[in-house]
């Protein structure tokens, strides 16, 4: 089955780090850009950043900037996310997924827009 695995989410306290991972199984990404999502309790699924395929260009959302940093390493087929000043509101359920139409470049936030969603990994950030 062609997905991402993710992993590194846990507990932590307001103002902590953690860094999340994101294992392609089954295919190579090299030829893709790499979104993570998030889902909070009773929330939809909400961009967090994006990657390109070659690894020059790379976008957050508003809430993430500053704080959060994408990273991707083709040659391990995983793709990062290091998580630092965490606060409540980053409480959620994270996932990565591949958007093959998108030519490699970062196109958007819209989720039927990519593939290969994994089971996410969960990040409780509490005091």
């Known amino acids: 089955q062609l997905q991402f695995v993710e992993s590194g989410g846990g507990l932590v306290q307001p103002g902590g780090s953690l860094r999340l991972s994101c294992a392609a199984a089954?295919?190579?990404?090299?030829?893709?850009?790499i979104g993570w999502f998030r889902q909070a309790p009773g929330k939809g699924r909400e961009g967090v950043s994006c990657i390109s395929s070659s690894d020059t260009s790379t976008y957050y959302a508003d809430s993430v900037k500053g704080r959060f940093t994408i990273s991707r390493d083709n040659a391990k087929n995983t793709v990062y996310l290091q998580m630092n000043s965490l606060q409540s509101e980053d409480t959620g359920v994270y996932y990565c997924?591949?958007?093959?139409?998108?030519?490699?470049?970062?196109?958007?936030?819209?989720?039927?827009?990519?593939?290969?969603w994994g089971q996410g990994t969960q990040v409780t950030v509490f005091s």
């Open positions: 089954g295919f190579s990404m090299d030829y893709y850009s």
């Open positions: 997924a591949a958007n093959p139409s998108g030519g490699g470049f970062c196109t958007g936030w819209d989720p039927l827009e990519y593939d290969y």
